[in-house]
């Protein structure tokens, strides 16, 4: 393989920006301009209805050409599984391909003949990453070489498999991918030929580790939703004659109104899918005896406050004095609907789940509570749009009372991490000066990694003000 990386893929020379296009010398001026043109195009929010779209209905996809062809089609594509998974469209462009690479993002355009990149995001940091997929790209190419060329000798047998919509993080999987699903969903109901596109998707494919909700329940679809082993996927769509593409767009800028829809359709259809379920019925019935009810994000996957089973503690008791029938619900490690959710919790949030063992000890037996630990977003859905109000870690934690339940809380958080991806008006942030970061490894300082202290009456006395000042808004 080392051999294929040196003789295959070779030198690699990145682009990071449309002006640095121009000094190029592997392209002429037509083609410069053609990628700038096609760089315009991935920008537009609508450049991915327009793929999904042709891929659904004609089983292709067709772009401008930037070789001197009226367009480059594409009906082929190998995914890897790096990085939280890339998939690589490979287009025909008269004597030459290109491939354009796909996450919950276009993230950039390979050259083979030119060795040559363009890193579609700007940032210079991810070529090292990006040289890594191009070499495991040629190297999975030349793996199943033998049934690519056999696919190709029948290139008019070819159609779409499916759309790939999995993502091993939740936060991704709702935010980034289920709005560019539901804004095609809307410009489908949109067409005025009324052929209605969204309702033929053939297949929806998925990983175990990344169906975090099911497209075709959501929606209703009448296809098949089919969950496969990632290292297998290439060799089933070549045997089977299909391709794949993911929903994905550089310009995820989309309405309140849309964005609200889709808040909306989650939490009434996990509503009725957890009321299915008897037992599941039961237990959350319950919750109409307590108020308020309290949601406590404790997931420390990768950071986390160190006293929160002190902190916890401590709200619940102050809480209860004043709220008797107060309620709470535990939160962390979400399991996708393909895992098995007592295994996902013995295996892989054992942490959480001690946590979780932790506070329940210290609070009073008498006082309702809900352990979602290791739960499905579905169940998480609708049990977050029941609460009154929440205390999370300020990252994934908020996303499902919050971003998609609109709840109200605090949130916590170290003093490097970035939280614009996270941010939301109903959340507030406990101030920077109340935390002290606490660096156990050197080479993991940076934000995601990094767990943090705060004094727990700091953090009771702050919550206890915006939890009265939410129930008396709300009352009103």
Known sequence: MEEVDKWLTGELTFYNNVGEINSAKVFNDYEKGQIKKLYSQIMDPDFINNLLNMAIEKNEILIDSIFGNEKASSKQSIYLPVHMGRNFLRFIDGN????????????????????????????????????????????????????????????????????????????????????????FRHVSGLNINKTDPFGKIPKIISFEDGMFYSIKNLYSLPCEEQVVDKTDLNEILYNNYGFIIQPSSNNRHYSEKLL????????????????????????????????????????????????????????????????????????????????????????SAREDAEAAKQILNRIDPSIPSFNLIGSTSKKKIAYASQIDFFLTSYSTDTMYVAHVCGKHGVAHLNTIKNINLHKHPSIYKIPDKYVKNILVDKNKNEGPNVSYSVDPEVVCTIFMKKLKKSLSKNRK
Not at 115 to 140: A, D
Not at 299 to 318: D, F, H, L
């Open 96 to 183: 030459e391909s290109f491939y354009i690479i796909q996450r919950f993002s276009f993230t950039g355009i390979y050259f083979p003949a030119r060795k040559t990149v363009f890193e579609i995001t700007g940032k210079k940091y991810r070529n090292k990453n990006l040289k890594k997929h191009v070499q495991q790209l040629n190297r999975e190419t030349v793996r199943i070489f033998d049934k690519i060329v056999t696919f190709l000798k029948s290139i008019n047998r070819v159609s779409l498999y499916g759309l790939l919509v999995s993502c091993q993080r939740p936060y991704h999987y709702f935010r980034d991918f289920l709005p560019i699903i539901h804004n």
């Open 260 to 347: 609200s829809d889709l808040s909306n359709l989650l939490i009434s259809k996990s509503i009725e899918r957890l009321l299915e379920q008897q037992k599941e019925r039961n237990n959350f019935e319950k919750l109409k005896d307590c108020f308020p009810i309290l949601w406590f994000g404790i997931c420390g996957e990768k950071r986390s406050w160190i006293e929160k089973a002190e902190g916890i503690q401590k709200i619940v008791r102050e809480v209860h004095k004043l709220y008797p029938n107060v309620g709470i619900v535990l939160d962390g490690l979400t399991s996708t609907e393909a895992q098995n959710e007592k295994q996902f919790r013995k295996e």
